[in-house]
């Protein structure tokens, strides 16, 4: 049985994973870090490691993306996308009139993720904008801090699942202030899977350091995958951490690493006195029609 690391119980994280296997027995391992994630597979006590590397609304998760980059060497072995459906949610009753209709009057602080409750900033400032506004280490510890202060006026914004999870009440549901809220998960580990779902596709991502004296090095870089017709998914850049104004790029590219163009590519770069490090070559999964292969 795969063992999995991923954050808390209820977090968007844990709701991808189970969507991702499906019916498939698998043995989910929690922490409350990002860190301590990463470090479960990198110390062997867990398989694979699960990480939310991008947001359709926030964008790129930086820290999580510079933990892949600069402190652990973990290929990723499967790519997938999930909707990042954010709740309000509550200890039951505590936000409902005589009546039982909602009251968000009483409503002192919310609690969540800050990905999370920016993703909800809109809903926020049209129905409590009044209220504190906390952030903690995931939407799951959010829930379960309201859940262990009842009675305060605190709410949280987290998922169905975490709502499950700790026995809350769901006060409103959907309000993320976008419909097409979705994240970008990797699975990372040291070894391939098979994943009981048939795949969109093929990518491969590098990351490529540039010469310091090498005027135009990055398009001609871009100019190697370009003339080949390779297609780029993502291009983004990162401080090396290394010295003040140099960057490492991190590249996606629509194809597999056995692609005798995108070899050819990398060699060509290389060739250009380009560092090129390999983070994985692997199959990728769309929500849309891992949904409509479930049906």
């Known amino acids: ?117 920016a993703q909800c900033g809109q809903y926020i400032r049209e129905h409590a904008p009044w209220a504190e506004l906390e952030s903690v280490g995931s939407t799951s510890e959010a829930v379960e801090i309201v859940k262990n202060n009842p009675g305060r006026g605190w709410a949280a914004i987290g998922t169905a699942l975490g709502a499950a999870t700790h026995g809350l009440e769901i006060v409103d549901r959907k309000i993320t202030d976008h419909d097409n809220n979705y994240t970008r998960f990797v699975l990372v580990g040291h070894d391939k899977i098979q994943l009981p779902r048939k795949s969109s596709g093929n990518k491969t991502s590098v990351l490529v350091t540039l010469p310091e004296d090498f005027p135009g090095a990055l398009h001609q870089v871009l100019s190697t995958f370009a003339w080949r017709r390779l297609n780029l998914s993502r291009i983004e850049s990162r401080p090396t951490k290394k010295k003040l104004g140099t960057y490492y790029f991190y590249i996606d590219v629509l194809e597999p690493i056995e692609s005798i163009l995108l070899q050819a590519a990398i060699e060509e770069i290389e060739a250009l006195r380009c560092q090129v490090r390999i983070l994985g070559s692997y199959p990728t999964y769309t929500y849309e029609e891992e949904k409509a292969e479930v049906q």
């Open 1 to 117: 049985m795969k063992s999995i690391a991923v954050l808390p119980q209820g977090s968007v994280s844990h709701e991808a994973l189970l969507h991702l296997f499906g019916n498939e027995q698998i043995n989910v391992v929690h922490h409350k870090l990002i860190s301590d994630v990463f470090l479960s597979t990198v110390e062997g006590k867990t398989d694979y490691s699960v990480i939310p590397i991008e947001n359709t609304i926030e964008g790129s998760v930086s820290l999580h993306i510079d933990w892949l980059v600069n402190e652990v060497d973990l290929p990723m072995q499967a790519e997938w996308i999930y909707p990042s459906v954010q709740n309000l949610i509550s200890t039951p009753g505590e936000f409902k009139d005589a009546n039982g209709k909602r009251d968000f009057s009483g409503i002192v602080k919310i609690l969540s993720h800050p990905v999370a409750t």
